[in-house]
């Protein structure tokens, strides 16, 4: 452990007096030491949804929620967004600093060499109905992977190093082949040639009977959104894939697991949300007031998706950068998404509202990523698909701090039971 001790709490119960460590993080974040709270008071914490627990210590990234500030190993999200490619950033996550050149090949040598998947698991594409959830394909997917590249047995470094350059690599081709499969037409293999955000363009729009060139713009913007989804400190997903990790699961089953989790509606799912409910908005002639009156009322579960946060409670840095590159893929393109003006009303009207005022309610990152992926022809069942590929260096980082801490422990919550006292069992048939 790196946290420092910077102060003592006492905490008083009847007439006992126990004194707890105040540890703090670099950026001022404090937190109550309450690792031997158990052991000395027999209490444990109650904090349902764990909103003001610390799980772990970590040197990945770091979120200011009060102020809308996001860094990953300290560089602000923007200017990673602004100056670097994905490849760079998911280098940093994982290796702690940003690549030099030669660092940088090798890194996309290794990806490019590594993209392929096993051609028997080609078969597992044809087997899913055609309407299955692409989060569902990516997910079985990726526990597949550990059954075709089981060297990770062992738990050695080098081991480890290629399977996360495995996983890297090949969720992509996975997502686009499950994509190519919903249309029934012939996977599109990766390319050696082609840089890791034009290579996906291709696998999912080029055809034996279309050969676009890859939209310069279109993949800047890609780029631009993966970084944004890099990673995200102790979010659900992210939690997921640490606790299945600390049982000494393999990086493939708490990757996948960390796919399910993302997603929920309420997790990264909520980005094809979004496109849903201003398609919905859009069908009922614009109407974005009567959203916003569903939204607010308690008894209707109708919630504005793409809006709050639990950790941001001003405007997400994310949505800011999201929303600009939005309004400039649709210049460069020419072609205007109707649903970015409903969108932009709605949030004007939102953040003009009370309700959402008082509960510090902003647009999060889903709010307008999604409208940029439509420009590139992504269709809205792929959404949370995008947002597993950019969050994926975010989990590996993770993964890895975590299985390299010091002083691992396997997650294990307690709980405070509220079930029936101890009860007899009643034969069957004297049963009412
Ligand atoms: N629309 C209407 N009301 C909302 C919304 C919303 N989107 N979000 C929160 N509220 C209200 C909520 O009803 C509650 O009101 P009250 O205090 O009167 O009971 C208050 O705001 C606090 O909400 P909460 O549910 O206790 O907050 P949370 O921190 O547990 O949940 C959240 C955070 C993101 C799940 C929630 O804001 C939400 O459901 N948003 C919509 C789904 C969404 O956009 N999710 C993506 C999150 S960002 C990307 C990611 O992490 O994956």
């Known amino acids: 452990m790196t946290v420092q001790e910077q102060d003592r709490a006492t905490l008083r119960i009847g007439d006992h007096e126990w004194v707890l460590p105040v540890v ?3 950026e001022g974040e404090r937190a109550l ?4 709270l158990r052991r000395e008071t027999g209490l444990i914490t109650f904090d349902p949804g764990f909103a003001n627990s610390g799980s772990c210590e970590s040197t990945i990234t770091y979120i200011d929620g009060e102020h809308g500030i996001l860094r990953y190993r300290g560089y602000d999200v923007e200017e990673l967004a602004e100056q670097c490619e994905f490849v760079e950033v998911a280098y940093l996550l994982i290796h702690g600093s940003l690549p030099n050149h030669a660092q940088r090949a090798e890194f996309s040598r290794l990806l ?5 998947v096993h051609e028997d698991m080609i078969h597992f594409f044809s087997h899913y109905p055609d309407r299955a959830h692409p989060m569902a394909i990516l997910s079985a997917m990726v526990v597949s992977l550990s059954s075709f590249y089981p060297e990770l047995g062992e738990n050695r470094r080098e081991d480890i190093d290629m399977t996360v350059t495995r996983v890297l690599s090949k969720l992509r081709t996975i997502a686009a082949f499950s994509y190519k499969k919903s249309l029934g037409e012939p996977i599109v293999y990766p390319r050696h040639d082609l840089k890791y955000c034009d290579n996906f363009l291709n696998m999912m729009f080029s055809s034996p009977v279309v050969k676009d060139p890859i939209n310069p713009v279109l993949a800047d913007a890609l780029n631009k959104l993966l970084i944004l989804h890099v990673d995200h400190e102790q979010n659900c997903s992210s939690t997921v894939v640490r606790a299945v990790g600390s049982a000494e699961a393999n990086l493939y089953a708490s990757i996948s697991a960390g796919i399910c ?3 929920g509606l309420l997790h990264g799912g909520a ?23 569903r939204a607010k009322d308690h008894k209707d579960s109708y919630r504005l998706m793409g809006f709050g946060h639990r950790v941001y409670k001003a405007y997400d840095p994310r949505a800011r950068v999201a929303k600009q ?3 400039d893929v649709m210049a460069a393109t020419g072609q205007l998404d109707p649903l970015l003006d409903i969108a932009q009303e709605l949030e004007f009207k939102a953040l003009a509202d009370p309700y959402f005022q008082e509960r510090n309610l902003y647009p999060n990152v889903d709010f307008y990523t999604g409208l940029t992926y439509r420009q590139m022809g992504i269709p809205t069942d792929m959404l ?13 980082a993770q993964w890895l701090e975590m299985r390299g801490d010091g002083e ?10 509220t079930g029936p006292g101890k009860c007899s069992v009643i034969p069957i048939d004297q049963r009412p």
């Open 408 to 417: 691992p422990r396997i997650v294990r919550p307690r709980q405070i039971y």
């Open 112 to 116: 490019n060499l590594h993209s392929l």
């Open 271 to 293: 980005n094809q949300h979004v496109i849903e409910m201003l398609i919905d908005i859009r069908a009922n002639g614009g109407r974005v007031d009567s959203a916003i009156e």
């Open 325 to 327: 590159i939005c309004k």
């Open 384 to 396: 949370t698909v995008m947002f597993a590929i950019g969050r994926l260096p975010g989990w590996v």
């Open 24 to 26: 703090a993080g670099t």
């Open 261 to 263: 989790a993302l997603s």
């Open 33 to 36: 030491d309450i690792r031997t």
